[in-house]
């Protein structure tokens, strides 16, 4: 064999296993961007696979923040890391925001010849730059995300290939960092969505404490009135005026601490949920029949102020529900102040369970809940969106978020909700939640 032909075929066997690597170096790539959420960890091994790759001494990643109007160093890996992470950069400034500008890779073999780099930013970190490739970071509709600069290859000069590859690392970055960004995105939108929610429970469970203080505050100034006409002697006139207040206060008292630490409990998951800890249901047997006592309690003081008649017509010998207590409560809640909402005086809402523990889920094996009222019915076309993100109310400056709350809880309960309703007849809605749960 010639000794032009062995050179050629050490030539191809280098070529090979610079692929070779490249391959690798790409798999590597894509499987920790298919693994990683966290927008920090993504780009510190998107980096480091690309200096590793090409054998370069630093490199970045540049995004722009459209808020601020800059490119910003948000990821360093080098010598220069502490000092270059955060820096700005006006989106016409330097080679960064160049390519920025026109989406175009870049390769600049010798930075002394390069009129648009930036100097200032090397002497201000006191760090050389001799060679770069600069890729372009575009989303998936090619707008312009920003930039990823590889610096200082060791081993000569910077290849065909090295190019190649960085452009292709360079798209699934870009990528990944975009999906990352869906991922807080959908994230906040959630955050978002569970505030409301609690906003919603807050303001329905202040009702009812807010207008027992009221009836108290009225009895408590009529029997004042009363004390103050009584003679001291006259012992009868005192009961008798004292008598409906010694009655009602206790239960208000209790209505109120209760109400209370609902709302407490309510607004701690704010903070939890802002902590990133949106709780997810936690189920436990509870007795179903004493948990519609509990919400009836603070919704019979607003059903009476309506002069609404609020009945309940328990089931008996229910069997334990397994049921996150508080979501459960928040449904039932929700479902029985949305019916006292739909009536006008006169008109009774009324609550009732039972359960059919016989046969397999959905035709047995569940308990029931249903609350009934005579008010004015619902629309199809609103009775069609109940319980989905869609929902829309019919009282004036209604959101619907009541009706998506108690769907919420439902289907996180893998349970039904049906519902029957005539116009200016009344509506029936139906909860069944099934006794037996699949722990899988």
Known sequence: MSDAAAARIEELEQKLRERDEQIRAIQR??????????????IREALEVSLELVNAGAGSIILYNEDRDKLIFTHVVGPTADELTGLELDPGQGIAGAVFRSGELRVSEDMTAEKEHDRQVGEQVHYITKNMVTV???????????????????????????????AILGAQIASAIETSRLHEQARLAEVVQFIGHISHDVKNMVTPVQTGAETLQFMLDDMFSGLAACSVADAGELERVTSEVREFYPEMISIILDGSTNVQDRTKEISDCIKGMISKPSFAPLDLNELVDRVVRPLGLVAESRKITLAVEPGEGLPP???????????????????????????????STGAEPAGSWPEGDYAWLAVADTGSGIPDHVREKLFTDDAISTKPGGTGLGTRIIGTVVRAHGGTITVDSELGVGTTMTVRLPLTRDEG
């Open 29 to 42: 790539i894509t499987v920790a961007l298919g693994a990683i959420v966290k927008q920090q960890e993504l």
């Open 136 to 166: 372009p970071l575009k989303s998936v509709e090619g707008e312009p995300i920003g930039v990823m600069q590889v610096l200082n290859k060791t081993d000569g000069i910077i290849t065909e290939p090295d190019v190649n590859v960085l």
């Open 321 to 351: 529900v397994v049921a996150d207590e508080k979501q459960l409560y928040n449904a039932i809640y929700n479902l029985a102040n949305n019916a006292l909402q739909a009536c006008e005086e006169g008109a009774t809402v009324t609550i």
